[in-house]
């Protein structure tokens, strides 16, 4: 009589005992987990959808393109949003905004090493901000030596936590070291204050009351029409967001007296509006491909997607659809060449869209930008499946990894299960091993 591995038997037995519901727990964990992978596919086309939709319904930006153009180059450019109203404007540029620059009254011999007090204040003040700098501070190099030089001071003004706005540069020119202040902004109430006290150095103290203007702080200027006789604005920056509704203008370059004003005009830009459309129609489209994709069923092949037939799914198809058919400031996405196919696909035909683009540009405009009307419709319907914290994809996904998780403490405990029926196993047919040796060990003395 042979003997028998009870290692090998226990493990086989052991393993029948659990091995359904192995196979169980492994099918509805992959279940589980392809269902929320495809809803964090589905969510994550949404999400782009919904940005898509959102970058052309906003203040700077809508489904009407329009560009803005300047009669010469080099004085301004000029950049129009979807709510500029065409036209043609005069421009005169009499002044650029230009940034406060100083050089402080230093002395001649000046160098990056030379000494500067380390008792008293150092307080410069830009636009309403004040850094007061206890020169104290400038010893900062660990010796206790007392002692900092003009190159720490640079350095402590430029890395202040508290700095105003002011940058500080030692610059060598004519063979002379220059300690120059400027200005981060440009503008008339951003110029550069300084003042030195309680130093107890009188070179130190005259220095900063001594300033030589490098550049002023200036304003820029601009006239809407003639200059003297148009509408004069002033702006401490170079850009101009308020001149025109829906025109940002950047000055560069002044303008000589008596220069003619330049001419902006500003028109639709029906390529850049097809192009928007265009945007539009593929974010729709790889929104229903997404949706098509995990939700379909085979009927050739009789398989079903990860999500077929799901209610969420079905639910945010058949809204957007039913959003996109609807009618928007009297009209409809068919009235302006865009058609939904047979395939589910939406189409635009250019043909009619150039000529609703010629004929209804305010009512085009309308119907897609605003409030309750197309995007801003879309922005809100899809709102609810993606909040981060109460969204519908969120309780889905949240659901199906409790789901998951319960699965992995059931192959836990059928570990257990599984470790428990080997152990009896194992000990029953040792036991039966042991028998079987000592039966053939009494056999062999009866030869």
Do not use: C
């Not at 540029?93 to 380390?118: C, F, I, K, R």
């Not at 636009?127 to 020169?135: A, M, R, T, V, Y």
């Not at 969204?391 to 992995?408: M, P, T, V, W």
Request: charged share 20%; aromatic share 6%; net charge negative.
């Amino acid at each position: 009589m042979s003997s028998i591995d009870p290692a090998t038997m226990a493990q086989q037995l052991a393993t029948f005992d659990v091995q359904s519901f192995r196979q169980r727990y492994t099918n509805q964990a992959a279940q589980y987990q392809s269902k929320l992978d495809a809803l964090g596919k589905v969510e994550s086309a949404l999400r782009e959808f919904r940005t898509a939709v959102n970058e052309m319904n906003n203040s700077s930006s809508g489904i009407i393109k329009n560009s803005a153009k300047v009669s010469s180059e080099g004085i301004f450019t000029a950049s129009a949003e979807s709510n500029a109203l065409t036209g043609s404007y005069q421009v005169f540029v009499e002044q650029v905004a230009t940034s406060h620059q100083v050089s402080v009254g230093m002395p001649d011999s000046l160098e990056p090493t030379t000494e500067v007090p380390v008792t008293g204040s150092l307080t410069l003040a830009v636009g309403g901000k004040e850094l007061e700098l206890d020169l104290s501070t400038l010893d900062s190099d660990g010796d206790g030596d007392g002692k900092a030089s003009i190159a720490d001071l640079v350095s402590a003004i430029n890395h202040h936590a508290d700095n105003p706005g002011v940058n500080a540069t030692l610059v060598r020119s004519g063979g002379k070291t220059h300690f120059m202040l400027s200005s981060e902004e440009t503008g008339q109430t951003n110029a550069v204050n300084v003042s030195a006290s309680g130093t107890g150095q009188a070179w130190f103290d005259d220095a900063f009351a001594n300033l030589n203007t490098l550049s002023p702080a200036k304003d820029a200027v601009i006239w809407i029409g003639e200059k003297d006789s148009g509408l004069k604005l002033e702006n401490s920056s170079n850009t101009f967001s308020n001149a025109i509704d829906g025109v940002e203008l950047t000055v560069t370059k002044a303008q000589q007296n008596g220069e003619l004003p330049l001419t902006l005009s500003v028109q639709g830009d029906k390529e850049g509006t097809k192009e928007q459309i265009t945007q539009f129609i593929d974010a729709y489209n790889a929104l229903m491909s997404t949706l098509d994709k995990y939700s379909k069923v085979d009927a050739e092949t009789n398989t079903r997607a990860a999500l077929a037939s799901d209610p969420t799914l079905r639910s945010i198809e058949s809204q957007v659809k039913s959003t996109v058919r609807g009618e928007f400031a009297g009209m409809r996405l068919s009235q302006i060449g865009i058609e939904i196919g047979r395939d589910g696909k939406m189409k635009l035909d250019s043909e009619a869209f150039e000529k609703a683009q010629t004929n209804n540009s305010t009512t085009l405009e309308t119907m897609f930008n605003g409030d309750n009307n197309l995007l801003d419709s879309l922005d809100t319907l899809v709102e609810p499946y993606l909040q981060f914290s109460s969204g519908l994809f969120k309780s889905r996904k949240d659901a199906l990894k409790q789901n998951i998780e319960r699965i992995d403490d059931k192959k836990v405990a059928l570990e257990r299960k599984y470790q428990m029926s080997y152990d009896r196993y194992l000990k029953q047919f040792t036991q039966m091993n042991t028998i079987m040796r000592q039966m053939n060990q009494t056999q062999s003395l009866f030869g």
